[in-house]
């Protein structure tokens, strides 16, 4: 029985060929590349896809899971009619760690000022600045679920002060944990950088507004590692221009490719990157996918399995 | 008795606070502000010392330790006459941290291709680079004392892949450690990022010369945190030039401040930080210094003890 396979135009070589080393007993059917489709319906047990056409999974009448190309669910949590098979999120432990070393460079390029540094140099100007030790240099993770885990234990292990939110109460060692709409004001006043790791749900959409960035410290700073929409970019822009926000690290946004014309781009207070500080590569995703079909296959259950939207942010990231 | 306080000019003030809070009933000179030096000489316990005159530390009869206010010793190796009484450095191992994080940082500016991303915001231009896993990324560290120990073992534990050369052999959890000068090659031979630890002594000055710079891949990277003269500064720009080396971030000159005229401020294939990588601040290390005073009071042994130069590099950092 066969593998559908749609990774949404991109990187599907790679993936075909990861996964048939890992599987060469299977045939994969990359979409929509096939000529009749019509035709393998009924021989689809899995499919492996990223952002699918709306409204197609459920045309498989033996498919017996589906298995993201990615951890974040918005675009599967849009459609009115799945099949009743498991949902399986990839969660990259290596994506994961990608993400928090991001998250790390960032905080440390403010911690560190190593952009005044690079002024300096044009100048030709040696002068030190006095700097607080990590351990006095304070950072808030929006959201701890997995992503967010990993990135306030990551910065946690290298001296940073960390402190959390979740919308439910989470417990990481060396992280002091905030939960609950009472705690989200301290969460966000007590803060140097906020590094936002909330999945997009209906709870989370435009999330980050100017009620929220007002909590923040005058000159604090903002790093998104996960979806553009959990941030009111008006709102951003806003604190940013009239000087509340020092800088924003951007690389997750509404619409991607970010548009040429969208004001973020010349924004001299705005970094942006291009959805880069997490990407899943089948070199190492691959296998994880393989493991989850296999245990599928031996009657054990996939890992991580999705639940439905809006019921915890701590078990979406 | 007293204590004879020198951090050569620079910031006096604040370890004279921090120490005559720790210990208030010690007097403290700072030196050179004494009107009357040749009167005090005789209650001088202790020097608090860094880049002190040479030959005036001969001339305290009653001196009991020379502490020295940072972890490298070229100043007081040079001294022709010391009083026998132990030189201990200073270690701090918050300024430790430090530069491994400086480390950390350039590594990933380097293996993520930030500049490369930066460049493409100025032309609005969203692309995203593939990149090898951190742990297939190699990383290089050049001495193996407690600088380098600590650099080589922050990186191995955010996922880098580390090696290490020290003139002699060195074990490091997770760091394929090379020694001596048969190992030599290998060491520079296989790796993406070298990072200079080692001390400058009679042995090192200009160790990392045209030479050993040829024996690193081509289009690799070196970033020096250590001492600007082992590193034969023609030879490092001719490598940069001819592009054999990509580039390299220098924290350490053979002269500071840098002069104005130093081309390494307007190389396009250099970054210069002012010495910044790991501080010492009096708010951390003092308490390092008063430690050591307590000790040697108690009739113990202060940490950690200078050892003749030229011995082991492994020993110096």
Known sequence: MSILLNNNGYDNRSWLEALSR???????????????IEAIRKEIEFAVVWDHPRGDLIRYPNLRAILLLGAGTEAIDQETQLPDVPVVRLVDPEVLNDMALYALYWVMNFHRQYDRYREQQRDAHWQRHEICAPQDYRVTVLGL?????????????????????????????????????????????????????????????????????????????????????????QHLIEQLDNGHIAHAVLDAFASEPLPQANPFWHHSKVTVTPHMSGATYARSAARLVADNIQRIENGAQPFPLHQPAGISSAQAC
């Open 145 to 233: 679920g997995m992503v967010g885990r990993t990135v306030a234990s990551t910065l946690a292990r290298n001296g940073y002060q960390l402190s959390g939110w979740d919308r439910f109460p989470q417990e990481i060692e060396d992280v002091h944990c905030f939960s609950g709409d009472t705690q989200l004001a301290s969460a966000f006043a007590d803060t140097d950088v906020l590094v936002n790791c909330l999945p997009l749900n209906a709870a989370t959409q435009h999330f980050i507004d100017r009620h929220l960035l007002a909590l923040m410290p005058q000159g604090s700073y903002l790093i998104n590692v996960s979806r553009g929409a959990v941030i009111n970019d």
């Open 22 to 36: 890992l599987m060469p007993e299977r045939r994969i059917h990359i979409f929509p590349e096939i000529d009749d």
